[in-house]
Structure formats: structure tokens, C-alpha cells
């Protein structure tokens, strides 16, 4: 198995994708200030990480995560935490708003 993850600089909070066959061997050097990228950046913390079946596709994905549209996706679709969202006046096709926000 192999893995694509994202970590966060708690320095600057930019955040740095890579591949592994093994993330603690992995979040180890990086932590460790053995990684060129990341060394001036520690400490990093594991934000989120993708299995996939093979180096290939890992590279491929870790690729992708590294331009504009990638990006966006992880912040949008994976690195954003989830709204809470209930019903407007309890139609379930009614536009839904966040819990905790007053109507407008």
C-alpha cells in the first residue's frame, strides 16, 4: 500500500504533500529535519493522508494535490471542517443553513 498525505507546518501553516509506503518512517524524517522541504518548518502534523494501491498511482495523486485544482480540493473537500447543517422550517428541500446562525 502506498500513501499520499498532507501535513501542516505549525511554523507557517503552509502545508506540504508527499508519497510513502510508510507514513511513520515518513513523519519521522520529516520531523526530524531529515527532508530538505519541510526542515525549516517543523514541527509537522499529519493533516490528512489517501491510500492507494501502488507507488504509480501515489505519484500520480500527489501530483494532482500539487496544483491550483488539487489544492482547492483539499481545502474545500477535505482539509475544511464539516458543517453542521439542519433544515429551514422543516422542508427537507427548503435551503438548508449552518446550526448556530441566525436566519437572514
Request: no cysteine.
Amino acid at each position: 500500500m502506498w500513501y499520499v498525505y498532507i501535513l501542516k507546518s505549525a511554523i507557517d501553516g503552509n502545508l506540504y504533500v508527499g508519497s510513502t509506503n510508510d507514513i511513520a518512517r515518513r513523519m519521522t524524517e520529516h520531523n526530524s529535519g531529515k527532508v530538505d522541504s519541510t526542515k525549516g518548518r517543523t514541527p509537522l502534523r499529519l493533516e490528512a493522508y489517501f491510500a492507494v494501491k501502488d507507488k504509480s498511482r501515489a505519484i500520480a495523486l500527489e501530483q494532482y494535490f500539487k496544483t491550483g485544482s488539487g489544492r482547492a480540493f483539499l481545502q474545500k473537500r477535505v482539509l475544511q471542517p464539516p458543517k453542521l447543517y439542519q433544515s429551514v422550517g422543516g422542508h427537507p428541500l427548503r435551503q438548508q443553513q449552518a446550526i448556530g446562525k441566525p436566519p437572514q
